[in-house]
Protein backbone atom coordinates (compact mmCIF):
# COMPACT_ATOMS: atom_id res chain seq x y z
CA UNK A 1 0.00 0.00 0.00
CA UNK A 2 1.57 3.32 -0.79
CA UNK A 3 0.18 6.80 0.33
CA UNK A 4 1.65 10.13 -1.32
CA UNK A 5 1.10 13.03 1.31
CA UNK A 6 2.62 16.78 0.89
CA UNK A 7 4.58 17.58 3.87
CA UNK A 8 1.41 20.06 5.16
CA UNK A 9 -0.74 16.73 5.17
CA UNK A 10 1.78 14.73 6.90
CA UNK A 11 1.99 17.49 9.70
CA UNK A 12 -1.59 18.27 10.14
CA UNK A 13 -2.32 14.07 10.16
CA UNK A 14 0.72 13.97 13.03
CA UNK A 15 -0.76 16.37 14.85
CA UNK A 16 -4.19 14.78 15.14
CA UNK A 17 -2.89 11.27 16.01
CA UNK A 18 -0.58 9.87 18.33
CA UNK A 19 2.33 8.99 17.46
CA UNK A 20 2.76 5.73 19.61
CA UNK A 21 -0.56 4.94 18.02
CA UNK A 22 0.44 5.87 14.25
CA UNK A 23 3.77 4.16 14.67
CA UNK A 24 1.94 1.01 16.21
CA UNK A 25 -1.01 0.89 12.89
CA UNK A 26 1.61 1.23 10.36
CA UNK A 27 3.99 -1.66 11.78
CA UNK A 28 0.01 -3.72 12.20
CA UNK A 29 -0.56 -2.87 8.41
CA UNK A 30 3.37 -4.29 7.32
CA UNK A 31 3.09 -7.18 9.02
CA UNK A 32 -0.51 -8.11 7.70
CA UNK A 33 0.99 -7.09 4.15
CA UNK A 34 4.39 -9.45 5.21
CA UNK A 35 2.20 -12.23 6.13
CA UNK A 36 -0.34 -12.27 2.72
CA UNK A 37 2.58 -12.12 0.38
CA UNK A 38 3.97 -15.14 2.43
CA UNK A 39 0.67 -17.20 1.95
CA UNK A 40 1.23 -16.09 -1.99
CA UNK A 41 4.38 -17.64 -2.18
CA UNK A 42 3.85 -20.50 -0.62
CA UNK A 43 1.02 -21.21 -2.57
CA UNK A 44 2.57 -20.57 -5.90
CA UNK A 45 5.62 -22.52 -4.80
CA UNK A 46 3.19 -25.42 -4.07
CA UNK A 47 1.47 -24.93 -7.58
CA UNK A 48 5.37 -24.85 -9.23
CA UNK A 49 5.83 -28.22 -7.33
CA UNK A 50 2.84 -30.26 -8.24
CA UNK A 51 3.24 -28.94 -11.85
CA UNK A 52 7.11 -30.25 -11.87
CA UNK A 53 6.35 -33.80 -10.58
CA UNK A 54 3.30 -34.33 -12.85
CA UNK A 55 5.55 -33.68 -15.63
CA UNK A 56 8.44 -35.96 -14.07
CA UNK A 57 6.03 -38.83 -13.48
CA UNK A 58 4.56 -38.22 -17.08
CA UNK A 59 8.13 -38.69 -18.13
CA UNK A 60 8.83 -41.56 -16.29
CA UNK A 61 6.08 -43.65 -17.44
CA UNK A 62 7.05 -42.77 -21.33
CA UNK A 63 9.96 -43.81 -20.63
CA UNK A 64 9.04 -47.66 -19.17
CA UNK A 65 6.49 -47.75 -21.73
CA UNK A 66 9.44 -47.19 -24.21
CA UNK A 67 12.04 -49.85 -22.50
CA UNK A 68 8.64 -52.56 -22.22
CA UNK A 69 8.06 -51.84 -26.02
CA UNK A 70 11.68 -53.01 -27.00
CA UNK A 71 11.98 -56.13 -24.43
CA UNK A 72 14.50 -54.55 -22.00
CA UNK A 73 15.30 -55.05 -18.11
CA UNK A 74 13.46 -52.13 -16.34
CA UNK A 75 15.87 -50.68 -13.85
CA UNK A 76 16.18 -47.43 -12.64
CA UNK A 77 19.55 -46.30 -14.31
CA UNK A 78 17.44 -47.35 -17.48
CA UNK A 79 14.08 -45.24 -16.79
CA UNK A 80 16.17 -42.58 -16.13
CA UNK A 81 18.01 -42.51 -19.36
CA UNK A 82 15.16 -43.02 -21.66
CA UNK A 83 12.71 -40.55 -19.59
CA UNK A 84 15.05 -37.86 -19.64
CA UNK A 85 15.13 -37.43 -15.59
CA UNK A 86 17.85 -37.92 -12.98
CA UNK A 87 18.25 -41.42 -11.29
CA UNK A 88 16.99 -39.75 -8.08
CA UNK A 89 13.84 -38.69 -9.15
CA UNK A 90 13.29 -41.98 -10.92
CA UNK A 91 14.05 -43.36 -7.76
CA UNK A 92 11.23 -41.03 -5.41
CA UNK A 93 8.68 -42.16 -7.66
CA UNK A 94 8.83 -45.79 -9.00
CA UNK A 95 8.73 -49.19 -6.73
CA UNK A 96 10.61 -52.37 -8.94
Do not use: C, F, P, W
Not at 16 to 21: A, F, G, H, S
Not at 31 to 56: V, Y
Amino acid sequence: MRLTLNEEEILYILSKIEKKELIKKIRHQLEADQARDKTKKLKSADKATKIRTQRAKIKIQNGMNLLRMENQELTYYAIAKYSGVSYATVKKYVKL
